[in-house]
């Protein structure tokens, strides 16, 4: 594999910021995928870094930095519907799949 | 908006048969990948096509096989089921490749139990 590494699960409370850290082997990065997967259901897509630095969508923002071989998701003012697993994918050079990590469950408590 | 279609939602076989999953594409995407996901595990991938040329394979055993026809639709097809195959198979498409900044749409999946 990539030796794509994620810690694996945190609680935090509504309206709180989670960070979510993802690190990945370098040679022959092509981009970072940041994935929501509810139990049971489909990955939703929610951001892509491919440049060194921050990407904002709305709540969430995503970070990277190529040369440390490092990225986080910032999940802000937290509801409860953003309990879910978090997963970091790696686009590779040469190939044609995105190699997840094995994701972040993230819990909301009132 | 029209998403990544799966059949069946679910599929129960038994050890030593056959199952075929489809899946259709978002139209206008060229590009279908399968996933296998087990209970508590990240998606690991199987196999990708690309106007309909196997584009990339993964970890998939040699008793599945897959193709994309000419609609652009995709078929996996699991020989001899083992206990452990029994995941999640999602499948997702793209327009182009993962080369591009396109991200991968998924399915909602083929729950399979082989008992």
């Known amino acids: 594999g990539q030796n794509i590494d994620q810690p694996t699960e945190m609680t935090a409370t509504e309206g709180a910021i989670v960070q979510i850290n993802c690190t990945y082997q370098t040679s022959g990065f092509n981009g970072l995928f940041w994935y929501q997967q509810h139990a049971g259901e489909a990955p939703t897509f929610l951001s892509y870094n491919v440049l060194d630095g921050l990407e904002e969508k709305g709540r969430f923002s995503s970070f990277l930095s190529r040369s440390k071989g490092y990225s986080y998701l910032l999940l802000k003012e937290l509801q409860m519907k953003d309990s879910a697993s978090y997963l970091c994918?790696?686009?590779?050079?040469?190939?044609?799949?995105?190699?997840f990590g094995k994701g972040n469950q993230v819990v909301v408590i009132p | 908006a029209a998403g990544v279609i799966q059949s069946p939602r679910h599929l129960i076989k038994e050890k030593r048969e056959t199952a075929t999953l489809k899946c259709y594409p978002i139209p206008r995407h060229d590009t279908v990948y399968w996933y296998q996901q087990g209970p508590g595990q990240d998606p690991q991938f199987l196999i990708s096509?690309?106007?309909?040329?196997?584009?990339d394979k993964g970890s998939i055993p040699d008793r599945f096989s897959a193709q994309q026809f000419s609609d652009y639709h995709s078929e996996l097809n699991m020989s001899s089921l083992e206990l452990g195959d029994s995941a999640l198979y999602f499948c997702?498409?793209?327009?182009?490749?993962?080369?591009?900044?396109?991200?991968?749409?998924f399915g909602n999946g083929t729950r399979l139990t082989v008992t």
């Open positions: 997702a498409s793209s327009s182009g490749s993962t080369g591009g900044n396109s991200p991968l749409h």
């Open positions: 994918a790696v686009s590779y050079y040469g190939n044609n799949r995105l190699a």
């Open positions: 096509f690309y106007e309909k040329m196997q584009s």
